[in-house]
């Protein structure tokens, strides 16, 4: 089994930054690639950054939030500055994880961390 385990989230006012991260764990052989999607109330889950060698980004957050990856650690990161009030979501981990070297690629997800922009 594969779980992903997100921390990070919280309360932060406008301007401000947070540092999410998802650690994957259990049988993996490979991650092909790691992401963030949100999801705020009323709103369907969308793709913030997702990384393979380097990152892409959702327009609403270029140039204010960076995503990278630790291989060694199986971990992606998010680093958001310069948050605003629409950021609020929870924010949940997506890998793209084989569990062997014939395996095929499986999606897995985080349980989610809000992330609440206020003043």
């Known amino acids: 089994q594969v779980q992903l385990v997100e921390s990070g989230g919280g309360l932060v006012q406008p301007g401000g930054s947070l540092r999410l991260s998802c650690a994957a764990s259990g049988s993996i052989f490979s991650i092909d690639g790691m992401g963030w999607y949100r999801q705020a109330p009323g709103k369907q889950r969308e793709l913030v950054a997702m990384i393979i060698s380097s990152g892409t980004y959702a327009d609403s957050v270029k140039g204010r939030f960076t995503i990278s990856r630790d291989n060694a650690k199986n971990t992606v990161y998010l680093q958001m500055n310069s948050l605003k009030p629409e950021d609020t979501a929870v924010y949940y981990c997506?890998?793209?994880?084989?569990?062997?070297?014939?395996?095929?690629?499986?999606?897995?997800w985080g349980q989610g961390t809000q992330v609440t922009v206020s003043s």
């Open positions: 997506n890998a793209v994880i084989r569990a062997g070297s014939t395996g095929k690629p499986v999606d897995y």
